[in-house]
């Protein structure tokens, strides 16, 4: 029998880790699937999605800039991918009609809980940040009920308005928008960083002393691309920090989970992937 087909769909896409991960996973888990990674075309996504589905494949993982798109082009939405506005899990229904998922903000709060042990309940939270990556973790995050959340950017109208769509799930939270000149005082146990912009000359600029007493500092992008925002954070004081290939390896066994009804074990998968890669 042929093997089942799955894939990634991103531009540009040759440097996705999905394929290694997902095969790893397969492998694992005995499962007969290919995986591969496919060039989206812009202004052609939904028809080359379509066509795909109808001639064969069983799901698809979508990364950027595709996930806002991927979220129109789905005949239904699971409860998170509707609140996070995004779509990074496609699948056919016995029907044909296609559903959209999004596993990151799941990912992100996994990789947090199992592999760092981190508690959030009552604890402080930063996130420098306002764009669709912030959008997809605000209800995982809520949901483990912080005591304060404050959503800082550049543009801090967007944070306002993060602020304002979420208000009906904050709980206890104080759930709080700011730009990057004025963010309130910490010490915050958590600061990720969900901007576009690592530091540097054209990167993000905030206020020293910002990190004091901050105990994990986690940058949502992987690899050496995380590098000059990790350096900062160490060299201000935060306890930890780690990039994002954890979130990376933890959405994607939700994606996984949720095809093949068997959830891997991402610690060796993760570790593998420290061994062979340039991470900080
Ligand atoms: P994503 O879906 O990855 O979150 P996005 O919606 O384009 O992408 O959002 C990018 C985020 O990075 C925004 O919060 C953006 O700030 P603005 O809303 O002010 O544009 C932030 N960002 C990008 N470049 C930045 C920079 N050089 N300094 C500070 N923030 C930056």
Same mark, same amino acid.
């Given at each position: 029998?042929?093997?089942?087909?799955?894939?990634?769909? =991103?531009?540009?896409?040759?440097?996705?880790?999905?394929?290694?991960?997902?095969?790893?996973?397969?492998?694992?888990?005995?499962?007969?699937?290919?995986?591969?990674?496919?060039?989206?075309?812009? =202004?052609?996504?939904?028809?080359?999605?379509?066509?795909?589905?109808?001639?064969?494949?069983?799901?698809?993982?979508?990364?950027?800039?595709?996930?806002?798109?991927?979220?129109?082009?789905?005949?239904?939405?699971?409860?998170?991918?509707?609140?996070?506005?995004?779509?990074?899990?496609?699948?056919?229904?016995?029907?044909?009609?296609?559903?959209?998922?999004?596993?990151?903000?799941?990912?992100?709060?996994?990789?947090?809980?199992?592999?760092?042990?981190?508690?959030?309940?009552?604890?402080?939270?930063?996130?420098?940040?306002?764009?669709?990556?912030?959008?997809?973790?605000?209800?995982?995050?809520?949901?483990?009920?912080?005591?304060?959340?404050?959503?800082?950017?550049?543009?801090?109208?967007?944070?306002?308005?993060?602020?304002?769509?979420?208000?009906? *799930?904050?709980?206890?939270?104080?759930?709080?928008?700011?730009?990057?000149?004025?963010?309130?005082?910490?010490?915050?146990?958590?600061?990720?960083?969900?901007?576009?912009? =690592?530091?540097?000359?054209?990167?993000?600029?905030?206020?020293?002393?910002? *990190?004091?007493?901050?105990?994990?500092?986690?940058?949502?992008?992987?690899?050496?691309?995380?590098?000059?925002?990790?350096?900062?954070?160490?060299?201000?004081?935060?306890?930890?920090?780690?990039?994002?290939?954890?979130?990376?390896?933890?959405?994607?066994?939700?994606?996984?989970?949720?095809?093949?009804?068997?959830?891997?074990?991402?610690?060796?998968?993760?570790?593998?992937?420290?061994?062979?890669?340039?991470?900080?």
């Amino acid at each position: 029998m042929k093997p089942d087909c799955y894939a990634v769909v =991103g531009n540009p896409i040759g440097h996705s880790l999905s394929p290694r991960i997902h095969m790893l996973f397969a492998a694992q888990t005995n499962q007969s699937m290919v995986y591969e990674a496919r060039l989206g075309r812009p =202004g052609h996504f939904a028809e080359d999605v379509r066509h795909w589905f109808r001639t064969g494949l069983r799901g698809l993982n979508v990364t950027v800039p595709f996930k806002e798109e991927a979220f129109r082009l789905v005949d239904r939405r699971t409860a998170r991918a509707q609140r996070a506005g995004a779509v990074n899990t496609v699948w056919a229904e016995a029907d044909g009609t296609l559903t959209g998922d999004n596993t990151d903000g799941t990912g992100f709060l996994r990789d947090l809980r199992i592999r760092l042990d981190l508690d959030l309940a009552d604890r402080e939270i930063l996130i420098l940040g306002a764009g669709g990556a912030t959008r997809g973790l605000l209800e995982p995050l809520l949901a483990e009920a912080p005591a304060r959340l404050v959503i800082a950017n550049r543009t801090p109208a967007r944070a306002v308005a993060l602020v304002e769509s979420f208000a009906q *799930l904050a709980g206890t939270t104080q759930l709080e928008a700011s730009g990057l000149a004025s963010i309130p005082d910490g010490p915050y146990d958590l600061l990720i960083n969900a901007t576009a912009a =690592g530091l540097g000359t054209h990167g993000l600029s905030l206020p020293p002393g910002l *990190l004091a007493g901050t105990s994990l500092a986690y940058d949502l992008v992987y690899g050496p691309a995380s590098r000059p925002f990790l350096d900062w954070a160490r060299e201000q004081g935060a306890g930890s920090v780690t990039d994002g290939l954890g979130m990376l390896v933890e959405q994607a066994a939700e994606s996984f989970t949720a095809w093949r009804g068997v959830r891997p074990d991402t610690t060796p998968v993760l570790r593998e992937l420290r061994e062979t890669l340039d991470t900080p």
